[in-house]
């Protein structure tokens, strides 16, 4: 087992933000029974990342692993796949260089850029019209931390709309009406149910004959994508060019 596996998503003070991590971890461990595996969160837990892999990093060294590979579970690559995230990383790696544990860190490529995420999302549109489709999601403020996100709405002949940015979920719907669309579908490009996913569902229900879709992944299709992120380019080669 020279290998270890620890999964980072988002986090905050809610606690269903760290029970939807655990959920994660303990459907990870039953698939992958033969590894190692343990999560933490970027924010929202009293110690930062780079402590929480730092702790894990000990128990792993103990267990005979000599690298742990650490799985951004992003949809985005924003300002925490791109900048946060390596921060953090190489910070838990520099506080071992000077002790006895040889143990190195592996920062693979985040969720959103795993290949399936396209076939899952077709599913949540199936049997709705081409025209009239919104996928909405969180939005990046970081230079070109939308652009999959846009490629992505194009491969599915969707409109994309942003939580945080222009243009929103309330825009692109007037947008199509102004179009004379009025049957539309909304896919919520989110990973966990959350304050966000529930004020867009309250927002919706204000306009007849729009349809909001549940979240394209459950917490078990998750948990098995996760692992499978070794599979595909290292998280670097899909850094956005700033």
Same mark, same amino acid.
């Given at each position: 087992m020279p290998t270890a596996y620890f999964l980072v998503t988002h986090g905050s003070r809610s606690p269903r933000s760290f029970a939807q991590l655990q959920e994660l971890v303990t459907l990870a461990k039953k698939e992958n029974p033969n590894k190692l595996i #343990? +999560? +933490?969160?970027?924010e929202g837990l009293d110690i930062s990342l780079s402590e929480q892999l730092g702790e894990f990093g000990r128990i !792993? *060294?103990?267990? +005979?692993? #000599?690298? &742990?590979n650490v799985i951004p579970i992003f949809l985005l690559p924003g300002v925490h796949v791109c900048q946060d995230l390596p921060e953090q990383v190489d910070l838990a790696e520099q506080n071992f260089i000077h002790s006895s544990i040889n143990l190195k860190f592996h920062l693979t490529d985040y969720f959103g850029n795993h290949p399936k995420i396209q076939h899952f999302l077709t599913e949540q549109f199936l049997d709705f019209p081409d025209h009239g489709r919104i996928i909405i999601g969180h939005g990046s403020k970081l230079p070109g931390g939308n652009l999959n996100f846009e490629n992505l709405a194009a491969k599915l002949n969707a409109i994309p709309a942003y939580w945080s940015i222009s243009p929103s979920l309330e825009q692109q719907i007037s947008s199509l009406n102004n179009q004379n669309i009025n049957? &539309?579908?909304v896919v919520p490009y989110f990973l966990f149910a959350g304050g966000i996913t529930e004020a867009i569902a309250n927002q919706i229900a204000t306009y007849p004959n729009i349809k909001l879709t549940n979240l394209p992944f459950t917490p078990l299709q998750i948990a098995q994508m996760s692992l499978e992120n070794l599979i595909y380019?290292? *998280?670097? !080669? !899909?850094?956005?060019?700033q």
């Open positions: #343990s +999560g +933490g969160c970027l !792993a *060294f103990s267990e +005979g692993c #000599s690298q &742990i049957q &539309i579908c380019p290292n *998280f670097k !080669a !899909a850094q956005v060019e």
